[in-house]
């Protein structure tokens, strides 16, 4: 098992091509040794830690891993990003135009969220079966704040009905309203047959992070499912971190904030002293 | 290339930058205008969060007041006296709009006021300036017109706290100077603007300036109010890019040679009714956007 894990790591990047017959010897063997149900799962990622440097537009990891198949199982990919409370609103046309009339803030969302699966969810399992995983967006039972309100007559749907500042479960509606506006902006996204795998034995999937992907710590779960029912999970860690130059500038923009705004000033001042030199002087 | 902005935490092709600069810095030098008024909303259109832009143009708009006011001060150009007291008014007026900025983006209705006062004031000064200078190329094309009165004195005039503003040749009330100051620095840091488009024409019709200072003096105290901008902004919220507004500049600056340039080429109120219509096409733009059903009626914003 040691070696198996040890194996697919090395292999980070193009895992298929990399000594095929080792591999394949390690994987029957250790069949044999684990005939016995729970079933083992390894999990890795092409890159455990992203930096977003100045040159940083979006990247493409590789989720990869091996399973102990067989024919006709599935397995479902999680990828989470750090919790952030978000304010979702609403607009209705006013004298003409279209103005916010309504905020509610969802409360410690995850800032990214994105399921891979070898096939559709809903033919995976049942919705119990994936609520009791705690997978898929119902299972996330995210909760809202009701703000300042237009009347709340749901005319966007999934308007909220609290009173104004008590917590409440979303329904499914209003979780569906914040789904679409997240997968909106690339942060949530919902990939059915998107793992590929070989031989019941190995799977891969492309996650692909946008411009816009929030920093912080993201959990990967990789869970394995036969005949409907979860029977293992793996999960990995992996964290997004400003590096760099773009993390230097975002620092001292918020911790200096003072010392950054006159240093823009002066940064100003003296950029358009050297233009107008320039343009003197041609 | 993409580069990262760090503060506006998106990445942008370097190339639309630099030309998004060179665009704005050519018709800026071509009408003489700063150009934030066209800079912001087309930063907010490529995706630049509407704080950041708003914020980060103030940023901008430092650096070119600062290399085109020089120009002005070696040709004397620039009442300083006046200057000094619309940048008090501007600078009490900036740090209201500041914190107003703040309140309206924490009930999420910043974009609708930063589109609104685009409509309005864009709407307002380019239907003046078009037919202003369809006014004058029909005048010029009739030879023996008569001239109107250069100096008109009314209630304004009567206002307390006379002082005398020897380079203007003016001698009228301090409160004048200091409200329309403010005015426009409430503006300046609402919309992202220097507020030129605004402050050059109440220079010359409410304060009966000459108009050969009214440019020069209205960029000197456009300098300290967007300085105050960068500032409070950068204290207040942490939307200040100057990594965005130093990539701006190279290509303004660039541009802005090649617009002087060409602005040779065309006379004045032909120059003049350009603008006007370039103004009247933003505000239209913005104005259109705000009738049309948006395609998703919610919308999410990450808090921190």
Request: with cysteine; glycine share 12%; aromatic share 8%.
């Amino acid at each position: 098992m040691i070696r198996l894990s040890a194996l697919i790591c090395m292999a980070k990047g193009n895992i298929f091509a990399v000594s095929g017959a080792v591999f394949l010897a390690g994987i029957m063997l250790f069949s044999v040794l684990a005939s016995a149900a729970p079933t083992r799962l390894v999990a890795d990622l092409s890159e455990s830690h992203v930096d977003i440097t100045s040159d940083y537009h979006g990247t493409e990891l590789l989720l990869f891993g091996a399973y102990e198949g067989q024919p006709g199982d599935d397995l479902i990919l999680e990828v989470r990003g750090p919790a952030s409370d978000i304010a979702q609103r609403r607009k209705e046309q006013r004298a003409g135009i279209w103005v916010n009339v309504e905020t509610w803030v969802w409360q410690q969302v995850p800032s990214f969220y994105h399921i891979f699966a070898t096939r559709q969810l809903d033919e995976i399992a049942t919705r119990d079966a994936l609520m009791n995983v705690g997978i898929g967006r119902s299972a996330l039972e995210l909760k809202l704040v009701a703000g300042e309100s237009g009347g709340g007559n749901g005319h966007g749907g999934g308007a909220p009905t609290a009173t104004n500042g008590a917590i409440i479960v979303g329904t499914e509606a209003q979780t569906a309203d914040l789904d679409r506006n997240m997968q909106g902006i690339g942060l949530w996204a919902k990939q059915e047959n998107a793992i590929s795998t070989q031989q019941d034995m190995l799977f891969r999937a492309n996650l692909a992070l946008p411009s816009n992907v929030p920093s912080g710590d993201y959990k990967i779960r990789v869970v394995h499912f036969r005949g409907g029912v979860a029977i293992s999970e793996r999960t990995t860690d992996m964290n997004v971190r400003k590096a760099g130059l773009s993390a230097l500038i975002y620092r001292f923009a918020h911790e200096y904030s003072v010392f950054y705004g006159l240093f823009a000033i002066v940064f100003a001042v003296a950029s358009g002293w050297l233009a107008a030199a320039a343009f003197r002087r041609s | 290339m993409y580069i990262y902005l760090p503060i506006a935490e998106v990445s942008m092709h370097i190339g639309i930058i630099i030309g998004l600069g060179g665009g704005v810095g050519f018709l800026s030098g071509l009408f003489g205008v700063g150009g934030g008024f066209l800079m912001t909303p087309l930063l907010i259109f490529f995706g630049i969060p509407p704080a950041v832009a708003v914020a980060t143009e103030a940023n901008q708009i430092v650096a070119s007041s600062v290399s085109g006011v020089l120009a002005h001060m070696r040709r004397g150009n620039v009442d300083f006296k006046m200057g000094g007291i619309l940048m008090i008014g501007g600078v009490i007026g900036s740090s209201l709009g500041v914190v107003l900025f703040k309140f309206l983006q924490s009930i999420g209705q910043i974009d609708l006021v930063i589109s609104l006062s685009y409509v309005v004031f864009l709407g307002i000064i380019g239907a003046l300036m078009l037919t202003e200078s369809v006014r004058t190329i029909i005048r010029s094309r009739r030879p023996g017109a008569v001239r109107g009165k250069l100096h008109q004195h009314n209630w304004l005039h009567g206002l307390p706290l006379k002082m005398r503003f020897r380079r203007s040749k003016l001698y009228i009330s301090a409160i004048l100077p200091l409200t329309i100051g403010a005015f426009v620095g409430i503006l300046a840091a609402i919309m992202g603007v220097g507020g030129g488009f605004i402050m050059v024409p109440a220079m010359i019709y409410l304060l009966g300036m000459p108009t050969s200072v009214v440019v020069g003096t209205s960029l000197f105290q456009i300098i300290f109010v967007t300085a105050n901008v960068t500032l409070l902004q950068s204290i207040q919220t942490q939307t200040v890019d100057f990594v965005l507004a130093g990539l701006l500049l190279f290509g303004a600056v660039i541009g802005a040679q090649f617009g002087s340039r060409a602005g040779v080429l065309l006379r004045g109120e032909q120059l003049r009714g350009l603008l006007a219509l370039l103004v009247l096409g933003v505000c239209a733009k913005i104005g259109y956007d705000l009738i049309i059903r948006p395609e998703d009626l919610l919308s999410v914003e990450l808090l921190r």
